[in-house]
């Protein structure tokens, strides 16, 4: 549980010949399906058991390089990929077992090393908060809508809820040229996702058959592109919304993991849908997003930051639900 969250002291490892090391700055949280909660909570079947260093996502400075690295240097900003063996290319049983945060150490430390070829540039512009919020939700987002069947301007995108992930979504498919509907049950939370770049909200607490109204917005045709963070408690709902031969872009469960899924076949074959799970990217992929980040000057949504001692906050505060965007945890005090 979180309460078992504690701070230990160690020596400052030191990089070997690939190898950097990076003081870091700052990590975020990830709601992406529940997953910094339930691996804190010990219910996630890849992680590690006992000790683990939590956190995936970070932004750091490299304060030492090994010896054959030649591409990063002391003072470079750098974030971390989420599996740090995925550095291009289709995700693989390896490479999914590199992931920081559960099943290896993560980096809700003041230091760690990575392999040089695990790390990103991060974009001028923003602050190590800003940019600690990337690695997972963003290039998520970035997989989904601009991966193998990349979005086009004009192309209508449904985002469920405002977590982490929908959040770059929106973010990420307006600054695209996209249409973007964008749910919650939250008015307060539609009004921010209006102020982000979305055409359209719907309130599903209010509009229960939201799926009706998305296509009634989208004059019966359906949405190009759907990031689906609900799982089987909206994936029916999000099959009525999406077009005739468009995606589905499965991120999470937040919505429960128990559903009716008997129809699910004949949808996706009537509808000709893609149905794609999303295990979140590729370095090259987070290399890319950045460059869409930097040439739009994208600033992430930080709902709420907390220092390093306030760890078990920042977890209770992501377990509320209150927040809009990333709850990021301040790690370094310079």
């Given at each position: 549980?979180?309460?078992?969250?504690?701070?230990?002291?160690?020596?400052?490892?030191?990089?070997?010949?690939?190898?950097?090391?990076?003081?870091?700055?700052?990590?975020?949280?990830?709601?992406?399906?529940?997953?910094?909660?339930?691996?804190?909570?010990?219910?996630?079947?890849?992680?590690?058991?006992?000790?683990?260093?939590?956190?995936?996502?970070?932004?750091?400075?490299?304060?030492?390089?090994?010896?054959?690295?030649?591409?990063?240097?002391?003072?470079?900003?750098?974030?971390?990929?989420?599996?740090?063996?995925?550095?291009?290319?289709?995700?693989?049983?390896?490479?999914?077992?590199?992931?920081?945060?559960?099943?290896?150490?993560?980096?809700?430390?003041?230091?760690?090393?990575?392999?040089?070829?695990?790390?990103?540039?991060?974009?001028?512009?923003?602050?190590?908060?800003?940019?600690?919020?990337?690695?997972?939700?963003?290039?998520?987002?970035?997989?989904?809508?601009?991966?193998?069947?990349?979005?086009?301007?004009?192309?209508?995108?449904?985002?469920?809820?405002?977590?982490?992930?929908?959040?770059?979504?929106?973010?990420?498919?307006?600054?695209?040229?996209?249409?973007?509907?964008?749910?919650?049950?939250?008015?307060?939370?539609?009004?921010?996702?209006?102020?982000?770049?979305?055409?359209?909200?719907?309130?599903?607490?209010?509009?229960?058959?939201?799926?009706?109204?998305?296509?009634?917005?989208?004059?019966?045709?359906?949405?190009?592109?759907i990031i689906e963070v609900g799982?089987?408690?909206?994936?029916?709902?999000?099959?009525?919304?999406?077009?005739?031969?468009?995606?589905?872009?499965?991120?999470?469960?937040?919505?429960?993991?128990?559903?009716?899924?008997?129809?699910?076949p004949l949808q996706?074959?009537?509808?000709?849908?893609?149905?794609?799970?999303?295990?979140?990217?590729?370095?090259?992929?987070?290399?890319?997003?950045?460059?869409?980040?930097?040439?739009?000057?994208?600033?992430?949504?930080?709902?709420?930051?907390?220092?390093?001692?306030?760890?078990?906050?920042?977890?209770?505060?992501?377990?509320?639900?209150?927040?809009?965007?990333?709850?990021?945890?301040?790690?370094?005090?310079?």
């Amino acid at each position: 549980g979180i309460h078992n969250l504690t701070v230990r002291e160690f020596s400052v490892p030191q990089p070997k010949a690939t190898e950097v090391l990076v003081k870091i700055h700052a990590a975020s949280l990830n709601v992406r399906r529940f997953r910094d909660l339930i691996i804190a909570n010990g219910t996630y079947p890849a992680a590690k058991n006992e000790g683990l260093v939590p956190c995936s996502d970070m932004a750091g400075e490299v304060v030492a390089v090994g010896d054959a690295v030649a591409k990063w240097a002391v003072g470079d900003r750098v974030s971390a990929n989420f599996n740090i063996n995925h550095i291009f290319g289709d995700l693989t049983s390896e490479n999914k077992d590199t992931a920081l945060g559960g099943g290896i150490d993560g980096v809700l430390t003041e230091y760690r090393v990575f392999p040089s070829e695990s790390l990103v540039r991060i974009p001028e512009h923003l602050s190590y908060e800003e940019a600690s919020t990337l690695a997972c939700a963003a290039v998520t987002a970035y997989n989904a809508l601009l991966g193998p069947i990349p979005l086009k301007g004009g192309d209508w995108v449904l985002i469920q809820g405002t977590g982490g992930v929908s959040i770059f979504g929106l973010q990420l498919a307006a600054a695209s040229g996209a249409n973007v509907i964008a749910t919650s049950s939250s008015d307060d939370k539609l009004e921010i996702a209006k102020k982000l770049g979305a055409t359209h909200v719907i309130n599903y607490k209010k509009t229960p058959d939201w799926e009706k109204e998305v296509l009634k917005i989208t004059g019966g045709r359906g949405v190009d592109h759907i990031i689906e963070v609900g799982g089987p408690g909206t994936l029916n709902k999000s099959l009525e919304s999406v077009r005739i031969g468009g995606s589905v872009h499965v991120i999470g469960f937040v919505a429960g993991r128990d559903a009716d899924a008997s129809q699910l076949p004949l949808q996706v074959l009537f509808k000709a849908a893609t149905l794609r799970g999303i295990l979140i990217g590729s370095r090259t992929q987070f290399e890319d997003m950045n460059r869409l980040i930097d040439a739009r000057q994208i600033k992430p949504v930080v709902d709420s930051v907390f220092a390093f001692e306030q760890a078990q906050d920042a977890y209770a505060h992501l377990a509320s639900q209150k927040h809009v965007g990333k709850v990021v945890i301040k790690v370094s005090k310079n």
